[in-house]
């Protein structure tokens, strides 16, 4: 098994059949709880968002001019913990929240095609890439017969990782701003951000 999940605390007691995401290819159906496939329930959710849904009359370009590349933590939700409307920023998202050069091209759209000023990263306590080597590469290669080209970005220091991310961004040179790019980590347990001094 690669991938190891840190949840040590699930929130909801309800019964949840899940599937194991990293070792099965093609997973279909998707886990079931009571109500049905997973992917049927969010349609469902999707009709009723819906049906009181009002167009907001906003372009594409985010209110705050502000774009956030956070991990893909489940435990994380980026609008409430950061107190976000609809509109006000672009999300990138990614396992890590790592700044990869996708992640990149990305934030070069947001800043030079719609307007984006500031970047915030969060990284996390207790995140699954914590758990991960660059063992898992070598692991997947055994078993699927091809190297992935991407690395894993597994780390060790979250802060360090949250530092290098800054850097990553701070010296783009497709950027064209990278004055305002600030770091923190999101404490899955408090939920509350902590900064990391980019200089240490
Ligand atoms: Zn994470």
Redesign the pocket.
């Known amino acids: 098994m690669f991938f190891v999940h840190s949840h040590d605390a699930p929130r909801t007691p309800e019964p949840v059949t899940v599937v194991d995401m990293t070792t099965s290819a093609h997973p279909s159906p998707g886990p079931t709880r009571a109500g049905g496939p997973v992917i049927d329930r969010l349609v469902e959710a999707n009709q009723r968002y819906a049906a009181d849904f009002r167009d907001p009359g906003m372009d594409a370009r985010p209110v705050l001019q502000v774009a956030v590349v956070a991990?893909?933590?489940a435990r994380l939700d980026l609008h409430s913990a950061l107190g976000l409307d609809l509109g006000d920023c672009h999300t990138i998202r990614n396992?890590?929240?790592v700044v990869t050069d996708d992640v990149i091209r990305s934030l070069t759209i947001s800043q030079r095609a719609l307007g984006t000023r500031s970047v915030i990263l969060i990284h996390?306590t207790g995140?699954?890439?914590e758990s991960l080597t660059e063992d898992f590469r070598h692991e997947l290669e055994d078993e699927v017969g091809q190297r992935p080209p991407w690395a894993v970005e597994a780390f060790r220091d979250v802060d360090q990782d949250v530092r290098q991310s800054m850097q990553r961004v701070r010296t783009s040179p497709f950027l064209r701003h990278t004055d305002d790019v600030r770091g923190f980590v999101f404490d899955v347990k408090s939920g509350l951000l902590r900064e990391i001094d980019p200089a240490r």
Do not use: K, Y
Request: hydrophobic content about 30%; proline content about 0%.
């Open positions: 991990c893909m933590d396992a890590g929240g996390h995140c699954g890439l």
